[in-house]
């Protein structure tokens, strides 16, 4: 079998077992009865790979345990910076996925806004000893300088 046969092949094999072309390509048996068996289980359990009622058992399994435990989380009274967690301190977001330190919120809206203006900052000294360098216009005394102020800056950031 030369190389191209070979790749011919396999392409054909690939589309067969994607689907794609089936008509043109030679039908194998398992790969068939697999997907068969797996459309059934798709259609008998669903996406999930669970019968619906075994996901209705955990799901009311969890929320008996809820009920009889309560939320791990709800018994936290500070947060992992420790923030005592009060009604004043609390953020709730709008999905209520759990509620978050403001003063937490607060300092990592801070550090973002810092961080691009910090980045804001390098990138106009870049540009600035682009245009320093000799080759376009500049001078060799005002490029060096400008490099140092670049570097020193990125090293900061």
Known sequence: ???????R?????????HGRDLALAPIDRRAAAARVAWARRREQFG??????AAVDRLRDAARARLAR???PNAKKTHCPRGHKYTAANIY????????????????RDHRRKHQKLVAAHVRRLRVAMF??????GGTS?????????????ARAA
């Open 1 to 7: 079998m030369t190389r191209s046969d070979a790749k």
């Open 9 to 17: 092949q396999y392409w054909i094999r690939w589309r067969a077992a």
């Open 131 to 136: 245009a320093a360098h000799p080759d376009r």
């Open 69 to 71: 435990q309560g939320h």
């Open 141 to 153: 005394a005002k490029f060096i300088q400008a490099r140092r102020r670049y570097l020193e800056a």
């Open 92 to 107: 709730r977001s709008a999905q209520n996925r759990g509620r978050q330190c403001r003063a937490c919120v607060t300092l």
């Open 47 to 52: 996406p999930t790979g669970c019968s619906a």
